[in-house]
């Protein structure tokens, strides 16, 4: 039974299948919107798929670490709402406000890590609690939606920098700073826990620390994607981001990473968001209502699934 | 090292063993199966935390309770159970754990000459094709153990502790890790070597330490010391209890026929298994016994061979149905996760497997029929139960065993395959359990008994095969089938040529 499972877990989207979907994207959202390749429309576009470009970071590195992290949503909306509280609508205070989201969703992280790594339960279950935890403390921060994000976070965010919009730039930002963080000792040790921690340990890797920084470093991306969804929304709104944890395992597996743990990267992961995203688009227009998302989302698994297992399949039968 | 002790559960691996390495020496550490070898190292390399443990380095005592801390006091082991990552490349995995680093961040170049010099050394033992980028998975067992050594030299020790290193090695990678080893021993640097082959501890080693169910019984220079005495040393004097003249059933016809069986860990492996006969499965531990078993029973694929049983002509057995449907039963060796559902009821536990006898119309199942099944078999192997609806994991351990068996006897098997299925059982189940297999046998059943305790072999056996490196290597027959010679066949085997042991040579089974 068990084995079983372990080799569903194994089960991973090929490099190949991510970047077909995303082709075949690109390719059918071109088709339906003929303004797609527009500045305007990639603007928009990107501006609603950044948060979870950033979460779907998060959620890989916490993956690839052998873990899982459900409460990622919880924390956006967590930051989102202590940011807009703290900024209180004024431009001064904008780096406050990066400031404090980045600490609120590395102290979340910080708790599920330690609850996770050092008393050593099932991080399905652990984040599964914490969530509420934190959408709980978001209620208390800001009871129902409100507040405002200062202009000049909104205004920035739509508009572009020698021809590129700041959109585009936050996720190419993003994936830099994944790429940074894959030459620090801390991501190798992070593959080698995801990959087997017995051996890890024996090998001197901390393994526990390892593991805690997985979360935290988790965290900390979600207070960027708290940022980035209120320099797209405006206002702060405790309620936020209560799909966006399913929807980055969602993205990261779409990436290529393996929920064992272990392999994979935050570029597919990346990738895989933008896919998710466009699929959500391509419903839209097809005058699916919105509420055949979820369901799209699930045929969008699978199809990469399906794609990568059929292709592994012919290079074993080779 | 002195006054090691450590219990897992109720048992007790190491008792106050002891161990002492000099400086540039290779120290071979010896012992029958379970005698607490790799314990031992794994304590001393901070992997398992001992109950009771004194160590002292250079005069100084010393506290480890993490791999880090061995580190610290330049203590490397090569384990048994590999410590590689399959997914990282073989540099990565060299430096797993002390990659240099600055602020954080990979310093790959600083280290890119140690795993160059590193691989050089260990060139000739690895392919061609291997280099420091190749991605370890991509490696055959071998070449990864190679790795694994290379990992630990490079962490230049002052300690190494080699766990069975050279199990799955060749000839050639075995003689390159021996002038490896001899080289760092030049240096000064301490060796403990575990091996099951004994001619390789002769060869390497200056003195050895031997242990015994835990303890050390004695540590001896090796020059003038013969393998003979060496494997006298593993025995001991303790004798065991004289199979305490169990009217030993007359051999009926052959049950079971198996012929040039090869699989996952097999190789041409050929028995017969007759009415009415305990057959044993002997030799070190993992030396293919459990394959052979699982093989038998469709869980795992034979690559060649034939199974034959009276009941089943010509019947291939591809999965366990197909076994269970021509009266194979299997006991698994690891119960916990093979042999039941330890949340459900004792009740479900003993059925399910003969389900579909009592099944009405083909789909509802008699609760009454069910109950009644199981109470009779309950009653039929003294288990001790509260009521039949708890969990099996309320029992202990050797009453889960016997649920476990209750189940496949429900099915009336003719042949029934038990792997070691008194592992940490206690004495008086385990006198229920042997009871049990006579009582199948004098029913005219055939049993296939592997087991890692020779005492037990020794007791309930007629007949035992010695397996070495999963093929068939021994055979010993009625009254030669004794705690000594299963011993001394065990280790003996695995010197090179087959000694033939016992007196008994009718062919191979």
Request: with cysteine.
């Amino acid at each position: 039974m068990s084995g079983m499972l372990d080799r569903i877990r194994d089960v991973r989207v090929g490099a190949l299948a991510t970047w077909a979907l995303l082709v075949i994207a690109v390719v059918l959202n071109a088709i339906l919107q003929p303004t797609f390749f527009s500045l305007y429309s990639i603007t928009s576009n990107f501006a609603t798929f950044v948060p979870l470009v950033l979460v779907a970071i998060a959620q890989a590195i916490v993956v690839v670490g052998g873990g899982l992290d459900l409460s990622l949503g919880a924390i956006v909306a967590l930051s989102s709402v202590v940011a807009v509280t703290v900024m209180g609508g004024e431009d001064g205070r904008v780096g406050l406000g990066f400031a404090v989201a980045i600490a609120v969703g590395a102290v979340c992280g910080l708790v599920n890590g330690l609850v996770v790594a050092v008393v050593r339960l099932q991080p399905l279950i652990v984040t599964f609690a914490t969530a509420s935890i934190f959408s709980g403390s978001a209620l208390v921060v800001m009871p129902k939606p409100g507040g405002t994000v200062p202009p000049v976070m909104t205004g920035i965010y739509r508009t572009a920098v020698a021809g590129v919009p700041v959109s585009v730039l936050a996720v190419l930002v993003a994936v830099c700073l994944w790429l940074v963080l894959r030459q620090t000792r801390l991501m190798r040790h992070v593959y080698a826990v995801g990959g087997d921690p017995g051996a890890a340990y024996a090998s001197l890797v901390p393994v526990t620390r390892t593991r805690t920084l997985t979360y935290v470093i988790a965290g900390a991306f979600s207070g960027l994607a708290a940022m980035a969804l209120l320099a797209n929304s405006g206002s702060g709104d405790p309620f936020v981001g209560a799909d966006i944890a399913l929807n980055s395992i969602a993205a990261v597996v779409v990436g290529g990473v393996a929920l064992r743990g272990g392999r994979g990267g935050a570029v597919g992961a990346v990738v895989g968001a933008i896919v998710l995203a466009m699929a959500a688009n391509i419903v839209f227009f097809f005058d699916v209502p919105t509420t055949y998302r979820q369901l799209v989302n699930g045929l969008v698994i699978i199809g990469a699934l399906a794609l990568s297992v059929l292709s592994s399949a012919r290079r074993a039968a080779r | 090292m002195s006054g090691v002790t450590k219990h897992y559960g109720g048992v007790r691996a190491l008792d106050g063993a002891s161990l002492s390495l000099e400086a540039g020496e290779v120290h071979g550490l010896l012992g029958p199966n379970g005698s607490g070898k790799s314990t031992l190292n794994k304590v001393l390399a901070g992997t398992v935390a001992a109950d009771r443990a004194e160590i002292t380095l250079d005069g100084r005592p010393l506290a480890i309770h993490s791999p880090r801390d061995a580190h610290r006091h330049g203590i490397a082991a090569v384990y048994q159970q590999l410590s590689l990552i399959p997914d990282l490349t073989v540099a990565q995995n060299l430096t797993l754990g002390v990659e240099p680093a600055r602020a954080g961040f990979l310093r790959a170049r600083v280290s890119a000459p140690d795993v160059a010099e590193t691989l050089r050394q260990f060139a000739p033992a690895l392919g061609d094709r291997v280099t420091a980028s190749t991605p370890v998975a991509d490696l055959p067992p071998g070449e990864q153990q190679i790795v694994e050594i290379a990992k630990a030299v490079m962490r230049r020790p002052r300690i190494l502790i080699l766990d069975e290193a050279t199990a799955s090695l060749h000839r050639d990678q075995v003689s390159l890790v021996f002038d490896v080893v001899r080289r760092l021993c030049a240096a000064g640097v301490s060796v403990a070597f575990v091996s099951h082959r004994i001619d390789e501890v002769m060869q390497l080693c200056t003195r050895a330490t031997i242990l015994r169910s835990g303890r050390t019984v004695a540590s001896t220079e090796l020059a003038g010391t013969s393998e003979q005495e060496l494997v006298s040393l593993m025995i001991g004097q303790t004798r065991a209890p004289e199979a305490a003249a169990a009217p030993r059933a007359e051999k009926g016809e052959p049950r079971l026929t198996v012929t040039g069986l090869s699989g996952q860990n097999l190789n041409n492996v050929s028995l017969r298994a007759h009415r009415g006969e305990v057959l044993g499965l002997g030799g070190l531990q993992g030396q293919g016994q459990s394959e052979l078993l699982l093989t038998i029973f469709g869980a795992l694929r034979a690559r060649e061979g034939s199974i034959t049983t009276s009941s089943g002509r010509g019947a291939r057995i591809r999965h366990p149905r197909d076994a269970a449907r021509i009266g194979i039963a299997l006991v698994p060796g690891d119960r916990a996760t093979q042999g039941m559902f330890a949340q459900r009821s004792i009740q479900e536990n003993i059925s399910i497997v003969s389900l579909a006898r009592r099944l009405m119309a083909g789909v509802a199942i008699s609760a009454r029929r069910e109950r009644a099944a199981a109470a009779s078999m309950i009653d039929r192997l003294s288990i001790k139960i509260g009521r039949l609806t708890d969990p099996v994991s309320s029992l202990s351990g050797g009453n889960q065993q016997k649920v476990i068996i209750a189940k496949w006897l429900l099915n009336e098997p003719g042949i029934v395959l038990l792997d070691d299925p008194t592992k940490g059982v206690d004495v008086g189940a385990k006198a229920e359990i042997y009871a049990l297999i006579r009582k199948l046998t004098r029913n005219g059943a055939a049993v296939i008994f592997n087991s890692s305790d020779d005492r037990e072999l020794a007791e309930i056996a007629d007949r035992v095969l010695v397996m070495y490196e999963g093929s068939v290597k021994g055979e010993l027959d009625a009254e030669d089938v004794t705690y000594d010679n299963l011993v001394s066949s065990a280790l003996l085997i695995g010197m090179g040529d087959q000694h033939r042991v016992g007196g008994d040579e009718s062919g191979t089974a």
